[in-house]
């Protein structure tokens, strides 16, 4: 069994920057991909950005990019999510995900474990 838990969300105003962490338990956490997704209500779920199981590989949302940087430290089985220059349309409950294979996914349905989700709200 595998366990995820996300920390690190919080209110913080238009402009500023948020750092998530994202613990994973319970197998090797370096053998595969990790992602970070995010839902605001009324809306589906929506893919933000993965790192392969190595770290070498990353991709990103549009809506993020340039924004956002995912990175992972194996050795601290913690995966990290460095949210700059926010905008109050980055307001969701944010989720970080696990899946056995080692490459990127971009779907909720390619990851096999997930956290609770961490609230962030950016207001304006």
């Known amino acids: 069994q595998v366990h995820v838990v996300e920390s690190g969300g919080g209110l913080v105003q238009a402009g500023g920057s948020l750092r998530l962490s994202c613990a994973a338990s319970?197998?090797?956490?370096?053998?595969?991909?990790m992602g970070w997704f995010r839902q605001a209500p009324g809306k589906e779920r929506e893919f933000i950005a993965a790192?392969?199981?190595?770290?070498?590989?990353?991709d990103y949302a549009d809506s993020v990019k340039g924004r956002f940087t995912i990175s992972r430290d194996n050795a601290k089985n913690t995966a990290y999510l460095q949210m700059n220059s926010l905008i109050p349309e980055d307001t969701a409950v944010y989720y970080c995900?696990?899946?056995?294979?080692?490459?990127?996914?971009?779907?909720?349905?390619?990851?096999?474990?997930w956290g609770q989700g961490t609230q962030v709200t950016v207001s304006s």
């Open positions: 790192i392969s199981w190595t770290g070498i590989s990353t």
């Open positions: 995900a696990a899946r056995g294979a080692r490459a990127i996914g971009y779907s909720a349905n390619a990851y096999d474990y």
């Open positions: 319970g197998r090797t956490f370096s053998s595969g991909a």
